[in-house]
């Protein structure tokens, strides 16, 4: 299980419009330490603009940088940071210049200092937020004033948050007899579709995928060369290979097992 520290939660929910003071600069004293003592989940997205701002194929972003584990709840593979290779410190994070992928960094560092959650409702998927204040953090006391809506503009979150909507809801499913939501073999395509996008597009493009599935010419263009839409069109194949939603149009049957995760890859 990943440890997320809950001590540091403000156990307060915010609205877009609660109002805090903070900044975050080189003259800080604590500058960069919130990028070492912290649990840093990747997201799809996430892992999708580090590997291409690194220019880094994503099976060895994810070899170098990250560690798996699985959700509590779904039981799904998550990509961690595995900051304990580094000495405990954000490998992309300089003592004096600060973070060396800034425009690319994950949407946690992106939110921080405001922590977004996550539930499933009957309406579908209800984010929130809530303060992160841990005792190094000398952001508070600056004085820039934001409502958590101003902040979330000036960090640029809306992206992330589009592109891992889906992802979110995923992880917080569980199967009806309340355990994983797959098995071993399920848990390996999820990640290769959702975390390593090079091996996902070899899969649709040289496996049986376009035999077994109709997929519009216009979609083939689009996936071919651009991730952003590679990695939506994971999400849709993923809720048919998981049973959660009939989102693509099967042309011959697959044979035994739980769907597409039946074909090589």
Same mark, same amino acid.
């Given at each position: 299980?990943?440890?997320?520290?809950?001590?540091?939660?403000?156990?307060?929910?915010?609205?877009?419009?609660?109002?805090?003071?903070?900044?975050?600069?080189?003259?800080?004293?604590?500058?960069?330490?919130?990028?070492?003592?912290?649990?840093?989940?990747?997201?799809?997205?996430?892992?999708?603009?580090?590997?291409?701002?690194?220019?880094?194929?994503?099976?060895?972003?994810?070899?170098?940088?990250?560690?798996?584990?699985?959700?509590?709840?779904?039981?799904?593979?998550?990509?961690?940071?595995?900051?304990?290779?580094?000495?405990?410190?954000?490998?992309?994070?300089?003592?004096?210049?600060?973070?060396?992928?800034?425009?690319? &960094?994950? =949407?946690? #560092? +992106?939110? !921080?200092?405001?922590?977004?959650?996550?539930?499933?409702?009957?309406?579908? /998927? @209800?984010?929130?937020?809530?303060?992160? &204040?841990? =005792?190094? #953090? +000398?952001? !508070?006391?600056?004085?820039?004033?934001?409502?958590?809506?101003?902040?979330? /503009? @000036?960090?640029?979150?809306?992206?992330?948050?589009?592109?891992?909507?889906?992802?979110?809801?995923?992880?917080?499913?569980?199967?009806?007899?309340?355990?994983?939501?797959?098995?071993?073999?399920?848990?390996?395509?999820?990640?290769?579709?959702?975390?390593?996008?090079?091996?996902?597009?070899?899969?649709?493009?040289?496996?049986?995928?376009?035999?077994?599935?109709?997929?519009?010419?216009?979609?083939?263009?689009?996936?071919?060369?651009?991730?952003?839409?590679?990695?939506?069109?994971?999400?849709?194949?993923?809720?048919?290979?998981?049973?959660?939603?009939?989102?693509?149009?099967?042309?011959?049957?697959?044979?035994?097992?739980?769907?597409?995760?039946?074909?090589?890859?």
């Amino acid at each position: 299980m990943v440890d997320l520290n809950m001590k540091v939660v403000e156990p307060r929910k915010l609205t877009p419009e609660s109002r805090f003071k903070f900044r975050c600069h080189p003259g800080i004293s604590c500058f960069t330490e919130c990028c070492g003592k912290t649990t840093i989940i990747l997201t799809p997205y996430d892992i999708l603009r580090l590997k291409n701002r690194l220019n880094m194929k994503a099976k060895d972003f994810l070899a170098q940088y990250t560690r798996m584990e699985l959700h509590d709840k779904s039981g799904l593979p998550m990509m961690i940071m595995d900051m304990p290779r580094f000495e405990h410190h954000c490998p992309f994070v300089k003592p004096v210049t600060g973070c060396t992928v800034y425009k690319d &960094r994950p =949407a946690t #560092c +992106r939110y !921080y200092p405001i922590g977004q959650g996550s539930l499933i409702t009957e309406s579908g /998927l @209800d984010e929130f937020y809530f303060y992160v &204040r841990e =005792a190094h #953090c +000398r952001g !508070y006391e600056e004085q820039d004033e934001w409502t958590v809506a101003t902040w979330r /503009l @000036d960090q640029g979150v809306d992206k992330y948050d589009e592109m891992n909507r889906d992802w979110k809801l995923m992880m917080l499913r569980r199967a009806e007899n309340g355990g994983p939501v797959t098995d071993e073999r399920g848990n390996k395509l999820f990640a290769m579709v959702l975390y390593d996008l090079d091996q996902f597009r070899n899969f649709v493009f040289k496996s049986r995928f376009l035999t077994v599935f109709h997929v519009e010419d216009d979609v083939k263009e689009r996936i071919w060369d651009d991730d952003e839409e590679l990695l939506k069109f994971g999400y849709q194949y993923l809720k048919s290979a998981l049973n959660i939603e009939d989102t693509l149009e099967v042309k011959q049957p697959l044979g035994p097992g739980p769907g597409a995760t039946t074909m090589t890859f």
